[in-house]
């Protein structure tokens, strides 16, 4: 069905139209590829489409075995390790894209989706839609949005390269990950390495999402170019992975777009009603620390900065939460003024978080995974 052709006073009817309008413009979304709806995928989806305001959506994980054996006849019963058990939530809220239709109405029936003119509005709410989202998952895993209690989501572990970004920061990176040593100081301590992502042929990697900037430098170093210039790395399990660059050990690097729009908010955080997204992608931040400085939208912020900074993203398998409540709507609503315009909008109920687990039980001794940045790790680059 992708015709306007349904009656606006059918909800159940009118909704299947906005989701089918929706899912038309998934395939844009910079983050389609690595959303699923178990916790192997970077983005993991979940629905309650029971939640309203104030409703949880849960999302459960268990943990692995790391108990000790008993040797020859020593008694074992009694020794069983118990078994860790994990879980993270989130609170979904309603969120309204409007849209003007001005005047185009005049002289039709306002209440009746057959109108040529709300398909056009579903779709330009559609494609607004996918921004809207992919943006909240960018300041998210960069550490910039706000949580529902009001507290960014700050960074747990980050790597600081500097101004140096090149082949072999790529293998420092993945160093630094296997062995959780060499983490920029104000890290959470030791961790668990991410869980990998698995590519469509089964590889396990983990994304590396880094933006122009970023990707500038990494191609001005020459054993990068010696090194690529040989390469194929675009197989067939990227061909739904959007800005592939190249692949290096387990890092799978892609270039995503840098974010273009304004920004409400302060250093401290934003929500996802404070944006306003002509492009989704990468924030960089204007200072030397990240936690006053000013991001990329925000009034003041300066592209000419002397402490331009870019902030990668290092991302495994359950890196991200987003959640969702009831269906999506498309709702319209004439003018006061003898309906001269109109104008629709697009509810939804969802939030979107890093996942940040907490021990039902106990977390591990060493390689923690509670109350950190499950799966996400930023990279920051210092570009000018």
């Known amino acids: 069905m992708t ?18 309008g929706m899912i038309q413009k998934a395939s844009t ?31 459960d994980f268990d943990g692995n075995l790391s108990g000790k054996a008993t040797r020859g006849k ?5 020794k069983g390790e118990e078994k860790q058990k994990f879980s993270s939530s989130l609170t979904v809220d309603r969120y309204r894209l409007p849209v003007s239709n001005g005047d185009k109405f005049d002289g039709k029936d306002i209440g009746d989706l057959s109108i040529n003119e709300h398909s056009d509005s579903r779709s330009k709410l559609s494609d607004l839609f996918v921004r809207f989202k992919d943006q909240a998952l960018f300041d ?5 949005l706000l949580t529902q209690e009001g507290n960014a989501q700050v960074t747990s572990h980050n790597i600081d390269l500097a101004a140096t970004f090149d082949y ?3 293998a420092d990176i993945e160093r630094i990950l296997l062995t959780s040593q060499g983490f920029s100081s104000g890290s959470a301590g030791i961790r668990r390495p991410l869980d990998p992502y698995m590519t469509a ?46 692949k290096v050990g387990r890092l799978l690097v892609v270039r995503a777009e840098m974010f273009f729009g304004a920004t409400a908010g302060s250093s401290s955080g934003w929500s996802m009603n404070d944006y306003k997204v002509e492009i989704a992608g ?18 003041g912020f300066e592209y000419g900065s002397s402490e331009l900074h870019s902030r990668g993203l290092l991302l495994g398998a359950g890196a991200l939460q987003m959640g969702f409540g009831k269906m999506p709507d498309y709702r319209f609503k004439a003018s006061q003024d003898f309906e001269i315009d109109s104008e629709s909008a697009l509810e939804v109920w969802m939030e979107v978080r890093k996942t940040k687990l907490k021990a039902e039980n106990k977390d591990y001794e060493q390689a923690k995974v509670a109350d950190l940045d499950f799966g996400v790790v930023t990279v920051d680059v210092k570009v000018a």
């Open 3 to 20: 015709t306007g052709v349904v009656p606006y006073g059918s909800d159940l009817k009118r909704r299947k139209w906005m989701r089918e």
């Open 29 to 59: 979304s910079f983050w389609s590829a690595f959303t699923g709806n178990t916790r192997d995928a970077i983005v993991f989806q979940s629905k309650n489409e029971n939640a309203a305001e104030g409703h949880t959506v849960v999302f």
């Open 74 to 78: 020593e008694t074992a019963y009694g």
């Open 140 to 144: 998210s895993a960069q550490g910039n």
């Open 168 to 170: 072999n920061s790529l």
């Open 201 to 246: 042929n089964g590889e396990p990697i983990w994304l590396f999402v880094i933006d122009a900037a970023m990707e500038g430098k990494l191609r001005q170093d020459p054993k990068w170019q010696s090194v690529m210039g040989s390469g194929d790395y675009r197989g067939s399990e990227n061909r739904l992975i959007k800005g592939v660059i190249g």
């Open 282 to 299: 990468l924030r960089q931040y204007a200072g030397a620390n990240p936690s006053t400085a000013l991001w990329t939208g925000q009034q």
